[in-house]
């Protein structure tokens, strides 16, 4: 398992990413702030705050989802922000393809706030 604590934004990013193409919950929350929060772009308000919510949610995601994969268009690292232009595949069974920008804020070597933008 990779020690998160040891990396910079874009690799604690990257390893929360592989975890999640790989449906590892566990790493998958080894990336993340205890007060980890989740916005809709353009919204003042969380849809998601904190560990229990955010496993929870993802942990039901990977299984409902054996062929879940998100894959990196592109990707901007500026200071702690980490905005990648995504494609996931997979969710919740479905083979349509979904696009969208999600822009991760690291702090401390975890992940505190994920902001998503969808078409």
Not at 50 to 71: Q, V, W
């Amino acid at each position: 398992m990779t020690d998160v604590q040891s990396l910079i934004p874009e690799q604690v990013v990257q390893h929360n990413l592989d975890c999640y193409n790989n449906k590892d919950i566990e790493g998958f929350m080894t990336s993340l702030s205890d007060n980890i929060e989740l916005y809709n772009f353009a919204e003042d308000k969380p849809v998601m705050v904190g560990l229990d919510a955010f496993k929870e949610f993802y942990g039901e995601l990977f299984k409902l989802s054996p062929n879940l994969h998100s894959t990196v268009v592109n990707r901007i690292v500026f200071d702690n922000k980490v905005i990648d232009h995504e494609t996931i595949i997979g969710r919740k069974g479905s083979d349509t393809a979904i696009e969208l920008v999600m822009i991760y804020e690291v702090q401390g070597k975890k992940i505190s706030r994920m902001t998503v933008l969808r078409e």
